[in-house]
């Protein structure tokens, strides 16, 4: 009588189709990255840019990290017990946040109970808005949201910092 041995063969995995990217990717946020799952795959092997965090999803078919500040590649291979796939590819530009603020311009002494008084500073790249935040007791009368602003400082004003960051989605 024969010996017999049941051989299974088993395919190499087939390349991940497309990675799916978000609509947007910013600067030092999270992100997610995705690819349809394959049949005959047990792992999925992500390689991101040296200043992308992987937060977690290293080995499946879905990765997530905490994006940094430069444009880079993002791939994946698909691999079983034999051999892993050609990779999937997908370049990465995110969008950046605002540019530093300029300068504030504007008077620097100002009296209690007084208003009429405008603070601005060049316009940011890249802001879409721009937020202000004012010593206690002072309000915005005309501007808000934009990169120069009319202010009224109340009769319980008091000393502190005026500030502006320009914002974007």
Same mark, same amino acid.
Request: aromatic share 6%; proline share 7%; hydrophobic share 35%.
């Given at each position: 009588?024969?010996?017999?041995?049941?051989?299974?063969?088993?395919?190499?995995?087939?390349?991940?189709?497309?990675?799916?990217?978000?609509?947007?990717?910013?600067?030092?946020?999270?992100?997610?990255?995705?690819?349809?799952?394959?049949?005959?795959?047990?792992?999925?092997?992500?390689?991101?840019?040296?200043? #992308?965090?992987?937060?977690?999803?290293?080995?499946?078919? %879905? @990765?997530?990290?905490?994006?940094?500040? *430069? =444009? &880079?590649?993002?791939?994946?291979?698909?691999?079983?017990?034999?051999?892993?796939?050609?990779?999937?590819?997908?370049?990465?530009?995110?969008?950046?946040?605002?540019?530093?603020?300029?300068?504030?311009?504007?008077?620097?002494?100002?009296?209690?109970?007084?208003?009429?008084?405008?603070?601005?500073?060049? #316009?940011?790249?890249?802001?879409?808005?721009?937020?202000? %935040? @004012?010593?206690?007791?002072?309000?915005? *009368? =005309? &501007?808000?949201?934009?990169?120069?602003?009319?202010?009224?400082?109340?009769?319980?004003?008091?000393?502190?910092?005026?500030?502006?960051?320009?914002?974007?989605?």
């Amino acid at each position: 009588n024969p010996a017999v041995l049941h051989v299974t063969v088993v395919n190499s995995p087939l390349q991940p189709d497309s990675i799916f990217i978000p609509m947007k990717i910013c600067q030092l946020k999270d992100a997610e990255f995705y690819v349809h799952p394959k049949s005959n795959v047990q792992l999925y092997i992500w390689t991101v840019p040296t200043d #992308v965090q992987v937060l977690s999803g290293q080995g499946t078919d %879905t @990765l997530h990290v905490l994006w940094g500040g *430069t =444009a &880079g590649e993002v791939s994946v291979v698909a691999e079983n017990s034999c051999n892993a796939s050609h990779p999937a590819i997908t370049s990465v530009v995110p969008d950046s946040g605002p540019d530093a603020a300029g300068m504030i311009s504007g008077k620097d002494t100002i009296c209690q109970g007084t208003s009429g008084f405008i603070y601005s500073i060049p #316009v940011i790249d890249d802001a879409s808005g721009y937020s202000w %935040t @004012l010593p206690q007791g002072t309000s915005i *009368t =005309a &501007g808000s949201g934009t990169n120069s602003i009319t202010l009224a400082f109340s009769t319980g004003a008091i000393s502190g910092l005026l500030t502006v960051a320009g914002e974007n989605d």
